[in-house]
């Protein structure tokens, strides 16, 4: 898939913001006004809820790498934001919002529907960003990859070689197909709990955390809800990521 950039403009702190389609798929690459290039990248994942939803957090978090020295980019996840509808996949959602209203326990039947084809159709395209994205000469490795729906974390970690590092958010649904993928998994992680996270099962999040294979992970827990994450955690993901990235 050819990268064709689309808009450009410069941030009030130098970062350069583009916009670009990688085939019919929008996303978005930020790259800091002082570092040398080449310039190592993050990619920012997301929850599936549409790039201009998801903009002002993603738009912060780039600041913030690069401010850290690093290029940071992302893509419209499947069935999200201006993409095509997806109909298995709003019939999935559907399901989890009836499940959860009825006060009822989510189980494999709701999650598996909802979560895996959403990896095996993003995953790819992820690689295929970052295929494009290190083509230009301004971008160069390490790879890190940060955030978003944490199962497509763990199946990139397992299947592409050059993430080396991976700062991910618990609080979606695991499969258990992706908890086992998960022991395959020996880069770098740190893990960002909210302990009180309305919409996640803790235990399921702790699972996850003891089933990685890594040498070196670390689970920043805090207390609060899902929006509530202190600064200084943000602050440690980024001292993570200069470790391992630069």
Do not use: C
């Not at 069935?79 to 997806?86: F, I, L, M, Q, Y």
């Not at 099962?201 to 003891?210: E, G, K, P, T, Y």
């Not at 670390?218 to 470790?243: C, E, I, K, W």
Request: charged share 20%; hydrophobic share 45%.
């Amino acid at each position: 898939m050819a990268l064709r950039f689309t808009s450009e403009q410069r941030l009030d702190d130098g970062v350069l913001e583009r916009g670009f389609t990688l085939g019919e798929i929008p996303g978005f690459l930020w790259t800091p006004s002082s570092a040398a290039a080449p310039t190592p990248l993050i990619l920012l994942g997301h929850p599936p809820i549409g790039l201009h939803k998801m903009y002002p957090r993603l738009v912060a978090r780039a600041r913030h790498a690069a401010a850290d020295g690093f290029a940071a980019a992302t893509i419209e996840l499947p069935g999200s934001g201006d993409r095509p509808v997806w109909p298995a996949l709003e019939q999935a959602r559907a399901d989890l919002r009836r499940a959860m209203q009825a006060g009822e326990p989510v189980g494999e039947e709701i999650i598996d529907p909802l979560v895996l084809p959403l990896v095996d159709k993003a995953v790819p395209e992820w690689q295929a960003a970052l295929d494009a994205l290190l083509a230009l000469p301004e971008i160069g490795g390490p790879v890190g990859y940060s955030g978003g729906i944490i199962s497509i974390g763990v199946r990139l970690a397992v299947v592409e070689p050059r993430i080396v590092a991976a700062g991910l958010f618990a609080g979606s649904f695991v499969p258990r197909a992706i908890l086992e993928e998960a022991r395959q998994v020996t880069i770098p992680l740190h893990v960002l709990l909210q302990w009180d996270d309305e919409g996640n099962d803790r235990q399921a999040s702790l699972d996850l955390f003891d089933a990685f294979a890594s040498k070196e992970k670390s689970l920043n827990a805090n207390m609060g809800g899902h929006t509530g994450v202190p600064q200084y955690a943000a602050d440690a993901a980024g001292q993570f990521f200069a470790r391992h990235l630069k």
